[in-house]
């Protein structure tokens, strides 16, 4: 209100009071009387005695005003995250490994308007147990730039494939191929393992397309517990022969028909 006052009637309206005319929407019922204080002033229009103040620091210095002005400031922002694979063999899950990766980014220089391109080497300690889809995020290591945060690199985890093994969970599935006569009468199963043993699993039991035999703790790690681990999951493929003699045919009906 002061201050339209002071647009419209100028200094003279503060020591004389407000004129009639001023409109009936006048609040006040007497006259605004100047003090001889123009900081007063300053206080009763701006609310402080300097209307530029937030322009300096308190030290007198002037401050830099970020783009955007005082009010409405533009937030720097991040770049969107930078999303790779990172193609892993069963044994480096099943060990851990370290994987070394080196990436080329921009860096900015010195005067922090001009940048160059850089390698770096970033390194994963790849756990054992780790699952397909395990995350590893280091954190602004894009590219550098001018007033902006750099993007965070991200690695997810993806398992190759295996010529003996597939994963589930913490399970190793093994498929077997057998004869029918061995699936009828039993037999043993090498399975050698991702650690290099050479186990012979025996098979005693009559052995049909869904059958499956499980062997316990010769599976994945488990990530919170590596001495522990899953099992292995022995499937079969049952090979059955492509003809028979009159003979063969014969005392297969004698066994099976009787």
Request: charged fraction near 30%; hydrophobic fraction near 35%; include cysteine.
């Amino acid at each position: 209100m002061k201050k339209g006052i002071y647009d419209k009637f100028g200094e003279e309206g503060l020591k004389g009071g407000i004129p009639e005319d001023f409109g009936n929407d006048n609040p006040w019922t007497a006259g605004y009387v100047f003090h001889n204080n123009p900081n007063k002033v300053f206080r009763e229009f701006f609310g402080g005695d300097n209307p530029f103040a937030e322009f300096f620091a308190k030290d007198g210095s002037e401050l830099i005003v970020p783009f955007g002005g005082l009010r409405g400031r533009g937030a720097m922002k991040q770049d969107p995250p930078i999303v790779r694979d990172l193609y892993l063999s069963l044994e480096d899950l099943f060990y851990g490994c370290t994987k070394k990766i080196k990436i080329s980014r921009r860096v900015m220089n010195e005067d922090d308007q001009t940048s160059t391109i850089r390698d770096k080497i970033l390194t994963i300690d790849v756990r054992p147990g780790w699952k397909q889809g395990t995350r590893i995020t280091f954190e602004k290591e894009g590219d550098q730039g001018p007033n902006i945060i750099p993007a965070d690199i991200t690695f997810i985890v993806q398992e190759k494939l295996h010529p003996r093994f597939k994963r589930t969970d913490d399970n190793l599935i093994f498929v077997a191929t057998v004869p029918l006569g061995k699936a009828l009468t039993g037999c043993a199963v090498p399975v050698k393992t991702l650690d290099g043993r050479l186990l012979n699993i025996p098979i005693n039991d009559i052995v049909d397309p869904k059958y499956c035999k499980v062997v316990p703790g010769e599976g994945m790690p488990l990530l919170h517990d590596p001495r522990r681990k899953g099992d292995l999951l022995i499937y079969f493929d049952i090979c059955f022969p492509k003809k028979l003699t009159p003979d063969q045919k014969t005392l297969l009906r004698s066994a099976l028909l009787s």
